[in-house]
């Protein structure tokens, strides 16, 4: 089973940043997609970042600029550095991996942006 273990959530004043790490373990046997999604109370899960092999990346429309998603292959963590948080970036962050039939997800980390 693969597990990702999510850290780097906290408090945090509107503009100041963080940086949210996610590592995977456990063996995977496909290609992979790793990235972000998050969920604020009463609000829908949304895709936030995504990267495939430290190559490829794609952005929720509302953190382009700010957020930058990066992987280490060798430790297989990915990362999501926010910059400029606003205070609706508030929410609970996922970690996920995708190799395929299978999804993987990690935890939730809360990240709260204070106004």
């Known amino acids: 089973q693969v597990q990702l273990a999510e850290s780097g959530g906290g408090l945090v004043q509107a503009g100041g940043s963080l940086r949210l790490s996610c590592a995977a373990s456990?063996?995977?046997?496909?290609?992979?997609?790793m990235g972000w999604y998050r969920q604020a109370p009463g609000k829908q899960r949304e895709l936030v970042a995504v990267?495939?092999?430290?190559?490829?990346?794609n952005y929720a429309d509302s953190v382009k600029g700010r957020f930058t998603i990066s992987r280490d292959g060798a430790k297989n963590t990915v990362f999501l550095q926010m910059n400029n948080l606003k205070p609706e970036d508030t929410a609970v962050y996922y970690c996920?991996?995708?190799?395929?039939?299978?999804?993987?997800w990690g935890q939730g980390t809360q990240v709260t942006v204070s106004s």
């Open positions: 996920y991996l995708v190799a395929a039939p299978a999804t993987y």
């Open positions: 456990g063996s995977i046997f496909s290609f992979n997609v």
């Open positions: 990267i495939i092999r430290g190559d490829y990346t």
